[in-house]
């Protein structure tokens, strides 16, 4: 009998390669173990995705910076916020950020996909993502496709991150046999800075980036065998401790996370978005 394809998106992925103790928690204890409470940053970046999406269902000739107001508050999401004044300095500063993004847009051109789920199936994955956009742009040899990833979270973000990021290399990869279209250029636009960090792949670079997915797969389904074959599920799905321990949902349950300051829900828009004195 074949080998069953391993079903799962880049956060499913991810959260293995980060920690596999963390996908455990997440993908195979049933139940699943409480979470901590909800973080600011995603409440933040959920905002400002859905009010770009919502953008874009616009008709053309409404889609202006001064629209945005409406659908930022109408999309907002204020959970894990240290406070109102916290809550308030954080929907200013995403107004100003998609205020200042959309001004590059050309209110008339629609993208391919907007939240455009892709899937393509191979010999070990059946992968599906949803990618934030999808945009159609005259190449060399006729139209191409290109994958933008919106970004609210840590500055400096290069074109290194660009290439190294597994998620946007299978969005590329599916979305080129969904369209049947070439799609090698993914780019991460960081809204807080204004700044693009663009790669361009090549056949043989989605390729790696595939080949490494279908390793982590294989991984996972190796240590999902073993714990139904009755291994203990802690030694086929190890913690990785490290600084991501204070940002796990897991940490309160996880006995290595644990033992690691755990950080404030607020703590990642703190910086971003709190006022300094004798500002805003």
Request: aromatic share 8%.
């Amino acid at each position: 009998m074949p080998e069953r394809l391993f079903v799962c998106t880049p956060s499913k992925l991810g959260a293995y390669a980060d920690c596999p103790r963390r996908y455990r928690y997440s993908y195979v204890d049933r139940p699943a173990p409480p979470k901590g409470p909800p973080w600011a940053h995603n409440s933040l970046g959920a905002s400002v995705h859905t009010a770009l999406k919502n953008w874009y269902a616009l008709s053309p000739d409404r889609r202006r910076p001064e629209a945005l107001a409406a659908l930022l508050k109408g999309t907002w999401v204020r959970e894990g916020y240290r406070d109102d004044e916290q809550e308030r300095a954080a929907y200013r500063r995403a107004l100003g950020w998609l205020e200042s993004y959309v001004e590059t847009l050309d209110p008339g051109a629609d993208p391919l996909g907007v939240e455009r789920v892709v899937a393509v199936k191979t010999g070990v994955l059946a992968f599906n993502g949803r990618a934030d956009r999808i945009d159609s742009r005259p190449g060399p040899e006729g139209p191409e496709l290109v994958i933008v990833d919106y970004k609210t979270g840590r500055t400096g973000l290069d074109a290194d991150d660009a290439r190294g990021s597994q998620a946007l290399a299978l969005y590329a990869y599916a979305a080129e046999r969904v369209f049947r279209r070439p799609c090698r250029r993914v780019e991460l636009h960081h809204l807080p800075t204004g700044t693009v960090a663009a790669h361009e792949h090549t056949v043989e670079s989605l390729a790696r980036q595939l080949s490494r997915a279908e390793e982590t797969a294989r991984d996972i389904m190796a240590a999902e065998r073993a714990v139904a074959d009755g291994d203990d599920p802690d030694e086929a799905f190890p913690t990785t401790p490290g600084p991501r321990c204070g940002w796990c949902d897991y940490r309160r349950t996880c006995p290595a996370g644990a033992q690691a300051p755990g950080k404030e829900p607020w703590a990642a828009v703190e910086h971003t978005v709190d006022p300094a004195p004798g500002r805003d």
